[in-house]
T-cell receptor
Framework: ETGVTQSPTHLIKTRGQQVTLRCSSQ?????VSWYQQALGQGPQFIFQ???????GRGNFPPRFSGLQFPNYSSELNVNALELDDSALYLC?????????????FGSGTRLTVV | GNSVTQMEGPVTLSEEAFLTINCTYT??????LFWYVQYPGEGLQLLLK?????DKGSNKGFEATYRKETTSFHLEKGSVQVSDSAVYFC???????????FGAGTRLTVKP
């Protein structure tokens, strides 16, 4: 059973640029959630994708967008990067409707905006 | 809305000391409750969970009991080890599973 894999592991971007982060879900999982974890803080929910559609969204602006593909992998896109977007971005996969099993997390992508 | 409040850290203990990290929650309905652990440079790993009132989750010597009357899910371990040094997150998942909420995290350092 493969776990959740994220790429790249580290990324440096300039303010105003766009970035795409990628996530492959754990085998057997059909739902992907994205979180932003600023330094020293808990993960903040960005959005969740199920059946290739957004299935819930946290308090993040529209410049944060996502996709889910038929193989359940997912992308997080952030446009017009701001310095405050610097954070660890975590992807988590789960099985929809089985909420009591928890999420499986990837190791994250560390994004630095300069 | 749903939220989790956990004990602020950092917490520093000597090896073999008793650990308690407090966690309380606010939620509608009957959420599932979790503790996750994050080691430096890594993602979150599920430590234990409880899905209904009075359930006790346990793993690797850690325990937490789902207390609906006090809306709490405190993490305990009878004897901590240096290898337990990490950041611990309390979390809840509502029945619809589309928004798992995390606490701010508690950093634990265990000294030999």
């Amino acid at each position: 059973e493969t776990g959740v894999t994220q790429s790249p592991t580290h990324l440096i971007k300039t303010r105003g640029q766009q970035v795409t982060l990628r996530c492959s879900s754990q085998s057997g999982h059909n739902t992907v959630s994205w979180y932003q974890q600023a330094l020293g803080q808990g993960p903040q929910f960005i959005f969740q994708y199920y059946r290739e559609e957004e299935n819930g969204r946290g308090n993040f602006p529209p410049r944060f967008s996502g996709l889910q593909f038929p193989n359940y992998s997912s992308e997080l896109n952030v446009n017009a990067l701001e310095l405050d977007d610097s954070a660890l971005y975590l992807c988590a996969s789960s099985l929809q409707g089985v909420f009591n099993y928890g999420y499986t997390f990837g190791s994250g992508t560390r994004l630095t905006v300069v | 809305g749903n939220s989790v409040t956990q004990m602020e850290g950092p917490v520093t203990l000597s090896e073999e000391a008793f650990l308690t990290i407090n966690c309380t929650y606010t939620a509608t309905g009957y959420p599932s409750l979790f503790w996750y652990v994050q080691y430096p440079g890594e993602g979150l790993q599920l430590l234990l969970k409880a899905t209904k009132a009075d359930d006790k989750g346990s793993n690797k010597g850690f325990e937490a009991t789902y207390r609906k009357e006090t809306t709490s899910f405190h993490l305990e371990k009878g004897s901590v080890q240096v290898s337990d040094s990490a950041v611990y997150f309390c979390a809840l998942s509502p029945p619809n599973n589309n928004d798992m909420r995390f606490g701010a995290g508690t950093r634990l350092t265990v000294k030999p």
